[in-house]
Nanobody, 125 residues
Framework: QEQLVESGGGSVQAGDSLRLSCAAS????????IAWFRQAPGKEREGVAA????????YYADSAKGRFTISQDSAKRTVALQMNSVKPEDTAMYYC??????????????????WGQGTQVTVSS
């Protein structure tokens, strides 16, 4: 059974760093694209960053570029989101999502088939 489990969320101060991790039990991990999405109460789910495992290519939302880094560990089948210089507007539930192959749009939620339950990130000023 395909399963994604997020961890690493918590309450931090603005300017702090946080590292989220996604344990991806996916049969097609080696050719998958895995992404991080976030959703704040009352707002739409938005893509944050994605990585194509097959080629190591990464893609970032403008809000994340320069501050966040997505990476993966093939041996552990985990995908991390390193969040630096966090801001209050980063507060949201963060979800890990996966799909086999390359999606049509890396940061579109509709492109992903498998989802985790999320981990909460709260940033206070």
């Amino acid at each position: 059974q395909e399963q994604l489990v997020e961890s690493g969320g918590g309450s931090v101060q603005a300017g702090d760093s946080l590292r989220l991790s996604c344990a991806a039990s996916i049969y097609t991990y080696s050719i998958a694209t895995i992404a991080w999405f976030r959703q704040a109460p009352g707002k739409e789910r938005e893509g944050v960053a994605a990585i194509y495992i097959g080629g190591g290519y990464t893609y970032y939302a403008d809000s994340a570029k320069g501050r966040f880094t997505i990476s993966q560990d093939s041996a552990k089948r985990t995908v991390a989101l390193q969040m630096n210089s966090v801001k209050p507007e980063d507060t949201a539930m963060y979800y890990c999502a996966a799909v086999a192959g390359l999606p049509g749009h890396f940061l579109s939620a509709l492109a992903y088939k498998y989802w985790g339950q999320g981990t909460q990130v709260t940033v206070s000023s």
